[in-house]
């Protein structure tokens, strides 16, 4: 195993900034020390001066080859962690999905298949719940002490992934005893499904209107029905991908009244709008994702709830369907437009740009796309810090460089970017995975396989 060491750099962490070297051996890290403090020998020297030494991104929502409208998403487990590789992503927690008649089992086994050998950097798996009965509450306890130790539920998609209240409050009951987490889709998915009708019956064909009958009102009533059902059950709850200003402030209230209520955004929220969502020419179809993209006035209040930790994660929900062939699927009905948009590349990038912008800190940053995420899910210690013991999952950030984003240079496996020509500032370097190099100055260095299957540990943000 190689000793490396990476000289220089200002290395950031959720909880401190300093200028330090960081010494790697057999996949972990072994020291953080003062630069010149230490004589430590190494087989290869990396030197980060000028750049930032930060631990690499653990994005919690990804759908690589989900199934969705009759399509599949775009990104393979190769293409998709080689493509999160590239932006400074190490981890990646995916959802396995139960389909409606089958076990937890049988999805799981599935997700394994598509997953095994194909990986660049490291993943785990959640479990997405279609059918909650006897017998699959029964698995969730066998599924935490196996290491998928959270649950994604639906009130939206009735007929797909939908589940109603009294299935919900019971798979909260099971985790609140098994010490599962369960994660929410939070829209009244029976009333958008009524508003669809009504719109396609008045000629409302077009992608901008998938953003009108997906109402903000009817995220924030989810959100805060969930949030109920999760008090009853005496369970913590994770609300996912948050659009809506009405929904921070369901969570806000909540914690205000301390309970365990958690939140995720995703950067398409922070970054884009319903004024994406309605370009001509069917373009609005790259935005259509669940739930929508909001108008611009919701942006300020996700910003401000990831400073006052009313929202704890950014994930990216990456579920890339291609403009020509999948999204194509809608024309002339939005809503059989596949549902999802690609991100897992930009998030690392994305945020850093709400540190260029003095809407977030460099802590706040690392906190919000590695070290929460790790610590909600199961993760910390090995993964989300630069800390002795940690695995060498590190990113040599260069914050001075600037980049366009756009598909012509992407890596991930779809045929647009919904930021082509954004100018950012920040690049990634150099990424290592449990100390090998998976980018090398921005070339790809990794392989399908390296990345592993993580079985994750129960909630640690709880502690
Ligand atoms: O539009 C989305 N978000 N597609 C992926 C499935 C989900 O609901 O997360
Ligand atoms: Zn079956
Ligand atoms: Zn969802
Ligand atoms: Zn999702």
């Known amino acids: 195993m190689t000793r490396t060491q990476i000289t220089g750099g200002l290395v950031i962490t959720a909880a401190e900034e300093m200028h330090a070297d960081v010494l790697i051996d057999g996949g972990r890290v072994v020291a953080v020390a003062a630069p010149g403090t230490q004589s430590w020998t190494a087989d290869r020297t990396i030197d980060a001066s000028g750049k930032y030494v930060i631990p690499g991104g653990v994005d919690v929502h990804t759908h690589m080859e989900l199934p969705f409208g009759g399509t599949f998403a775009s990104d393979t487990f190769e293409t998709g962690t080689r493509a999160a590789a590239w932006g400074g992503t190490t981890t990646i927690v995916d959802f396995a999905v139960q389909s409606v008649g089958h076990s937890l089992r049988e999805g799981l086994d599935a997700w394994h298949a598509k997953a095994d050998g194909q990986c660049a950097i490291d993943y785990g798996f959640h479990m997405i719940m279609s059918d909650v009965n006897e017998s699959s509450l029964k698995e969730m306890d066998g599924l935490v002490a196996e290491g998928i130790s959270s649950f994604k539920l639906f009130t939206a998609y009735p007929g797909v992934f939908f589940s109603d209240d009294g299935q919900i409050l019971r798979a909260m009951q099971q985790a609140e005893h098994n010490g599962g987490l369960v994660m929410m889709h939070a829209e009244n998915g029976l009333a958008i499904d009524v508003l669809v009708e009504q719109a396609l019956a008045r000629g409302e064909r077009d992608p901008r ?54 939140g995720e955004t995703c950067p398409q929220y922070l970054f884009l709008s319903t004024d994406n969502l309605a370009e001509p020419d069917f373009e ?180």
């Not at 009108?212 to 999760?230: M, N, Q």
């Not at 100390?435 to 990794?446: A, K, N, P, S, Y």
């Open 209 to 262: 209107y998938h953003g009108e009958v997906r109402k903000a009102l009817l995220e924030a009533e989810a959100t805060h029905r969930v949030i109920k059902l999760a008090q009853v059950a005496g369970a913590p709850v994770y609300v996912v991908h948050v659009s809506a200003q009405e929904a921070v402030a369901e969570l806000a209230r909540a914690r205000g009244e301390g309970l365990p209520v958690f």
């Open 284 to 463: 609005g179809a790259k935005y259509v994702c669940s739930t929508p993209l909001r108008p611009k006035e919701h942006q300020a209040a996700l910003w401000r709830g990831l400073r006052t930790n009313d929202l704890q994660v950014v994930s990216t929900d990456h579920c890339p369907f291609c403009f020509t062939g999948q999204k194509d699927l809608g024309r002339g009905d939005f809503s059989k437009i596949p549902n999802g948009m690609p991100g897992v590349e930009n998030r690392m990038d994305l945020l850093h740009q709400g540190v260029v912008e003095g809407r977030i800190s460099r802590r706040r940053w690392i906190e919000i796309a590695c070290a929460t995420p790790a610590r909600m899910f199961g993760l910390y210690g090995k993964k989300g810090t630069i800390a002795p013991g940690a695995d060498a999952d590190i990113v040599i950030y260069d914050p001075r460089a600037e980049q366009t984003l756009s598909a012509q240079t992407h890596h991930m496996n779809v045929d647009y970017s919904a930021y082509e020509g954004k100018r950012v500032m920040g690049r990634v370097e150099t990424v290592l995975s449990r100390g090998e190099l998976v980018i090398t100055e921005r070339e790809f260095t990794g392989r399908a396989g390296h990345g592993v299957y993580m079985p994750r540990g129960t909630c640690q943000y709880l502690d």
